[in-house]
């Protein structure tokens, strides 16, 4: 199973959680089998750290207005 395809078995759960991919793919294909998936956001490996931390306080926000 790659990352779009665990992102679609997670959003068939009652409350789907919040998925951010982590991928070494940069090309667009990859990108929007991602989309398609139902991921909510990507970090391109290597990861920073930094973009991490500011994508999980994003997603945090996200998850508390929803």
Do not use: Q, W
């Not at 991921?39 to 994003?58: C, S």
Request: aromatic share 4%.
């Amino acid at each position: 199973m790659n990352g779009p395809e665990l992102c679609m078995a997670l959003k068939r759960y009652e409350v789907p959680p919040h998925v951010i991919l982590a991928t070494a793919f940069h090309d667009n294909e990859s990108l929007l089998d991602g989309i398609r998936g139902g991921v909510d956001d990507f970090l391109r490996k290597p990861i920073d750290m930094g973009e991490l931390e500011r994508r999980l306080t994003t997603a945090s926000r996200l998850i508390r207005a929803t």
